[in-house]
């Protein structure tokens, strides 16, 4: 009965690398969403996607930021030629459908990425 | 403008003692639904409560109860007997159910509860 996973818990990074964030939703779960939480401040959406698709990536910042879900594996957040501003906590949260019912959408512990 | 307002940076509560932590919200949307998480020092996300705008009681779930006032657009947290195990972050949180972004979660900028001994 895994809940969302992802990894890694933390990555350190030096400026001008990339940094790639693996989020596996809950079993039968086809949505996910990525978040990102800035020191001090609460979650802020990102992303919304579904297998194959994204839905939403009005979030996302225009340029170095990309997430997919491919059909098998994964969802994965990369963000390249990274730089100290994107040092955050990035949250995962998947939901079994659209979020149009009442239920709340699980999360997982986060990948907090440091960069140097 | 801003959404979700969580007006206290830190609360502080004796253990054994109730709290409130206060949360007003801002929607032209009739339908919307209303969250709580908890944050503790480890890091992760824990769901506590769920309110529907159109839920006509008050959510409960154990020590956790949502105080639901719609007109002032309010949807204040109180937890019952608070234990050590309490002292952690806590963000409100809303979803409008308007097309399009009913799946996003818009979140205050929490509330820091210590409890003490």
């Known amino acids: 009965n895994a809940g969302v996973m992802q990894n890694p818990r933390h990555l350190v990074r030096r400026r001008g690398q990339e940094a790639r964030l693996r989020c596996s939703p809950m079993?039968?779960?086809?949505?996910v969403y990525w978040y990102r939480q800035l020191p001090e401040e609460g979650l802020k959406f990102m992303v919304y996607?579904?297998?194959?698709?994204?839905?939403?990536e009005s979030g996302m910042p225009k340029e170095r930021f990309s997430a997919e879900f491919p059909k098998e594996g994964p969802s994965i957040l990369r963000i390249q030629q990274v730089v100290r501003g994107d040092s955050a906590a990035y949250f995962c949260?998947?939901?079994?459908?659209?979020?149009?019912?009442?239920?709340?959408?699980?999360f997982g512990e986060g990948s907090r990425l440091t960069v140097l | 403008a801003q959404k979700i307002t969580q007006t206290q940076p830190g609360m502080f509560v004796q253990e054994k003692e109730a709290v409130t932590l206060d949360c007003t919200y801002d929607t032209s949307d009739q339908s919307y639904g209303l969250f709580w998480y908890k944050q503790p020092s480890s890091g992760e996300m824990i769901f506590l409560i769920y309110?529907?705008?159109?839920?006509?009681q008050n959510a409960t779930e154990g020590r956790y109860s949502l105080n639901f006032q719609k007109a002032r657009k309010s949807a204040n947290l109180v937890i019952s007997a608070s234990q050590l195990g309490d002292s952690a972050m806590y963000f409100c949180a809303m979803r409008e159910r308007r097309r399009g972004s009913n799946y996003k979660l818009t979140f205050g900028k929490g509330t820091l509860l210590t409890v003490n001994p």
């Open positions: 996607l579904q297998k194959e698709n994204i839905i939403d």
């Open positions: 309110q529907g705008s159109y839920d006509e």
């Open positions: 079993k039968g779960h086809s949505h």
């Open positions: 949260a998947s939901s079994p459908n659209s979020g149009t019912d009442t239920g709340e959408l699980f």
